[in-house]
């Protein structure tokens, strides 16, 4: 691993850690947009469904 100078050290540590809450966020995005569908996935797809016959907007 190369030496990091005291020029470019907080730069570093800043972008690894910008990275680290942009992929946090991302994660915590997907997972609860993976919890909400697949928790109401049987009931939106029910009631969405049923309803697209007469109406094709959804909500």
Sequence with gaps: ???IS???G???KA???????????????FDSIRAIGTSTAA???L????RL???N???
């Design 15 to 29: 972008q690894s850690k910008a990275s680290g809450h942009i992929y946090g966020f991302f994660f915590v995005l």
């Design 10 to 12: 907080p730069l570093l």
């Design 47 to 50: 009631s969405q469904y049923s």
């Design 1 to 3: 691993m190369m030496g």
């Design 6 to 8: 005291p020029y470019n």
């Design 53 to 55: 016959g007469r109406n």
């Design 43 to 45: 009931n939106l797809t």
């Design 57 to 59: 907007s959804w909500g």
